[in-house]
């Protein structure tokens, strides 16, 4: 069974959807036509939370024919799969639940035992407002900052429904994968690939032995921070998983017009300085416990 040889570990809304597309332009690299399928991070994900909560972009016990952002595999096979017939030297995914997850390092480590790691992370507190507005943008939820905080430091949530704290405490994870790859990995801070993408991108050659010149760094990823025009259509949406099928049987090329009509690029969620003092404390809290 073919299995990745290259692994982009980050929490979402760290930079690794940008990253992976600067990585996949590369003519030595390909990404995997599920950029995150969490399959070292499976048991996180209760199968009944997945369904009820359409996570999955694709079904993942089906073949995967067009490039998607997210599910969960399960079946080894099916995951394998999504390598195998992949030419290039390096066989790269980006799940975003490896970080946090404290048994992925070592469930890689046992079966990639050759591969590579890229670790990125993000200053915790930007990561969590981005993951809250990403959020209001799908539909996710309408709540305030505090309400949704409230909720996720109360306890009662699965742990794959835990954005805001959880996700923000990437060092930990960072110092996991470090230890099992000390010698194949290399990492990045989000704020200083976004200051220059080249010197990110070399660094990444090196660990790769591969030419730092075959990256094209005009590649962008789609920005997801924008409000909704209609938010509770769009809540309703996701909530009835029509949102998700939309996305699966729209036509590629209708899709940006639909996201410019849809979502509003000037607004973005209402976050007051109380509801950021209580996200900082909140993870300071995290942090020393």
């Known amino acids: 069974m073919t299995m990745p040889n290259l692994f982009l570990i980050a929490a979402p809304r760290a930079g690794s959807t940008q990253l992976a597309r600067w990585l996949a332009t590369h ?6 036509l599920v950029k995150e399928p969490n399959f070292f991070a499976a048991h996180e994900f ?38 195998e017939n992949m030419t290039t030297r390096w066989r790269m995914e980006a799940s975003t639940s490896y970080l946090s997850c404290p048994q992925s390092p070592e469930l890689i480590a046992a079966a990639c ?20 507005q990403l959020a209001r943008r799908t539909g996710r939820t309408q709540a305030s900052l505090m309400d949704e905080l409230e909720t996720e430091i109360s306890g009662q949530l699965p742990c794959a429904a835990c954005y805001l704290l959880r996700p923000s405490l990437q060092l930990p994870g960072v110092a996991r994968f470090e230890r099992i790859f000390p010698k194949r990995s290399t990492t990045l801070q989000f704020e200083a690939m976004i200051k220059s993408p080249q010197a990110a991108l070399a660094q990444v050659a090196r ?8 990256f094209d760094v005009t590649a962008r990823a789609q920005n997801a921070g924008a409000e909704p ?3 509770q259509l769009n809540a309703l949406l996701m909530r009835s998983g029509l949102k998700t099928r939309l996305r699966q049987i729209l036509p590629a090329p209708v899709k940006p017009y639909l996201r410019r009509l849809w979502f ?15 996200l900082k404390s909140a993870l300071e809290a995290q942090c020393a416990s």
Request: net charge negative; charged share 25%; with cysteine.
């Open 27 to 32: 003519p030595d690299i390909s990404l995997s």
């Open 46 to 83: 209760d199968p009944a939370y997945v369904s009820a909560s359409h996570l999955d972009d694709v079904d993942p016990t089906k073949p995967v024919t067009r490039p998607t952002q997210f599910a969960v595999f399960r079946d080894p096979a099916r995951y394998g799969a999504l390598f």
């Open 264 to 278: 509003n690029d000037n607004c973005r969620a209402p976050i007051n300085a109380a509801e950021i003092a209580a």
């Open 229 to 231: 025009r209609f938010a």
């Open 113 to 132: 035992p050759d591969a590579r790691v890229i670790l990125l992370h993000r200053e915790p507190v930007a990561r969590a407002l981005s993951h809250y």
């Open 207 to 214: 660990l790769l032995d591969i030419d730092p010149t075959g």
